[in-house]
């Protein structure tokens, strides 16, 4: 191989490596924005008390209409201008749907250390496994799989658990959910790093869920376990 051969090799690697750091810095950039509307949602559904009183089934169906319809268009428009549009639309829905769990929890007498609780727990778990995915050398791809038929059964057990509101097995849905998105974002991080998702809104998406979705799982544990401190 000649040094013409191996200056081109080097500078494709460069070129590579600064294209996966510019989506990894770009999602993180949009994934912190992106919290902005998901707090206007929740205040503004709160304020407006538009789901505290909602039909829990009615609320199911407007959260999978809502959430899967603005995801169908977030992934459509990944690669414009247009798919951070519909991420933030997205986002601001999600936290409408929050209200409801904010509204029980902010009801408990220590609400507001609950929610305090959740929010820092959540920051600690995205910020350790964000670090673990981007240094580690083993390869965790091999969780995808796993992870999504685990999301599978969790859904399924959610729908169920509508039918029979046995409280355990809602914490036992919690539990694991905390579990399963916390393994996503190992999993979501270091498919940015290794060159896997090339959208930064794409990647944006994937991370909210996780962090939306331990976070609000997390509410639910700590107002069952020490909300009536």
Known sequence: ???????TIQTQQADSLMAKNRVL??????L???M?????????????NLFSNLNPWVSTLIFFAGAFGLMFLVEKNRNNAAGVGFLLLFTFFMGMMLSRILSYTLALNNGE??????????AIIFGVMATIASTSKRDFSFLGKTLFMGVIVLILAAIANLFFQIPALSLAISAAATVIFSLYILFDVQRIVN????SYISATLALYLDIYNIFQSLLHIFGVIGGDD
Request: glycine content about 10%; cysteine-free.
């Open 1 to 7: 191989m000649n040094s013409y051969d191996q200056h």
């Open 25 to 30: 810095r770009n999602t993180y950039l949009l």
């Open 32 to 34: 912190a924005i992106s």
């Open 36 to 48: 902005i509307p998901t707090v206007l949602g929740a205040v503004l559904a709160l304020q407006l």
């Open 113 to 122: 250390n609950v929610i305090a609780m959740a929010f820092g727990s959540t």
């Open 195 to 198: 060159g896997g998702e090339t």
